[in-house]
């Protein structure tokens, strides 16, 4: 059995490091910050109709900071496990959906890594997460 | 004793992970030992990592849809858990694009006896109208219902008594020998209806 439609999945993973300490009201909105800005980027690329799914998980050493969104026009659910300020810390982001290019979705991610994060002093590396892996993207196609 | 296993389906963002973490507290409390079986479409499962994070023995299978490409992984992860952890309950979470039937045929390959309980799909009743529209992705979502055994209509704290009762009803009119139930997981209403309708 295979889908009817064609979506595209993106997973990656990046290490984050921040020069100053985030406290956690800081890492909580640069979570929501971050899933709202990726989205708001895609609608302009898709329109409003598509499908799209973003999650983002972050995991800092005490505790996790989970944001996602469900198509453009729900807001941005956050739920954070972090009590203590965070200097390093692992994202994970999954992204779900249609009619756009993998590259483009990368570039969109990227742009909201680097929008949110330079203003905080955050830094961030891809992890591969596969060993052959040429790049730290993957992605699924169904027809 | 014949192996649980409980499909938690429904469309993105339905609620299908909080509704499992809520499940599976529910259960833990009744002494029931719970593992849970995660599939996300990318490489990177969000999902497994919240599941772990709760302290919950979680399988991923990822890269794919367990309800076609990855039937087969399906039913080699419920052996594989059956002979690792010999749970109670497994508590599995399809990716928001699959077809129930189609993982429940993937269940039933396994060659492990199992118990397959009715077939949970959740509904966002906060995304009613925009789910249920067949000119955008409609027709995966009544796919998704007509398949259902029991309907969960979540998120019910988000909205009013009539937009409850108007959405039940199309519910009813998308599967009418489904049951239905009212819940809201995020807020832990309306599990214990789910739990006895589960037969868990």
């Given at each position: 059995m295979k889908h009817k439609f064609k979506y595209l999945s993106f997973g990656a993973l990046f290490r984050l490091f921040f020069e100053q300490q985030l406290d956690t009201v800081s890492s909580e909105r640069m979570m929501t910050e971050l899933v709202r800005n990726m989205a708001s980027d895609f609608e302009r690329n898709m329109g409003s109709?598509?499908?799209?799914?973003?999650?983002?998980?972050?995991?800092?050493?005490?505790?996790?900071?989970?944001?996602?969104?469900?198509?453009?026009?729900?807001?941005?659910?956050?739920?954070?496990?972090?009590k203590e300020r965070v200097k390093r810390a692992e994202l994970a982001i999954n992204i779900v959906t249609q009619e756009i290019e993998k590259e483009e979705v990368e570039a969109i991610a990227l742009r909201a890594m680097e929008k949110i994060l330079t203003p905080l002093n955050g830094r961030f590396s891809p992890v591969k997460t596969h060993k052959n892996a040429a790049e730290p993207w993957s992605r699924v196609f169904h027809v | 004793m014949f192996l649980k296993i409980v499909q938690v389906a429904g469309f993105l963002g339905s609620g299908k992970t909080t509704t499992?973490?809520?499940?599976?507290?529910?259960?833990?409390?009744?002494?029931?030992?719970?593992?849970?079986?995660?599939?996300?479409?990318?490489?990177v499962p969000v999902d497994g990592m919240v599941f772990r994070e709760s302290g919950l023995k979680v399988e991923e299978i990822g890269g794919g849809c367990i309800c076609c490409e990855l039937a087969v992984n399906l039913a080699n992860t419920i052996r594989l858990l059956k002979e690792v952890y010999d749970p109670d309950v497994v508590l599995i979470e399809p990716e928001g694009l699959a077809i129930p039937n189609q993982v429940s045929v993937g269940i039933a390959s396994t060659k492990v006896e199992v118990e397959l309980c009715p077939i949970l799909v959740l509904f966002d009743v906060t995304n009613a109208e925009e789910s249920l529209d067949e000119k955008r992705l409609g027709y995966i979502v009544q796919k998704q219902l007509?398949?259902?055994?029991?309907?969960?209509?979540?998120?019910?704290?988000?909205?009013?008594?009539?937009?409850?009762?108007?959405?039940?009803?199309?519910?009813?009119?998308?599967?009418?020998?489904?049951?239905?139930?009212?819940?809201?997981?995020?807020?832990?209403?309306?599990?214990?209806?789910?739990?006895?309708?589960?037969?868990v």
């Open positions: 109709g598509g499908l799209l799914r973003i999650k983002a998980f972050l995991k800092c050493p005490a505790g996790y900071i989970k944001a996602d969104v469900t198509g453009v026009k729900k807001g941005v659910f956050v739920e954070s496990t972090v | 499992i973490l809520k499940l599976t507290k529910r259960l833990g409390q009744d002494g029931k030992k719970v593992t849970v079986i995660v599939n996300s479409l990318g490489g007509a398949d259902a055994e029991i309907i969960a209509i979540n998120k019910i704290d988000l909205v009013n008594e009539s937009t409850l009762a108007k959405y039940e009803d199309v519910l009813k009119s998308v599967n009418t020998s489904a049951v239905i139930v009212r819940i809201s997981a995020l807020k832990e209403v309306g599990l214990d209806e789910l739990v006895l309708s589960l037969r």
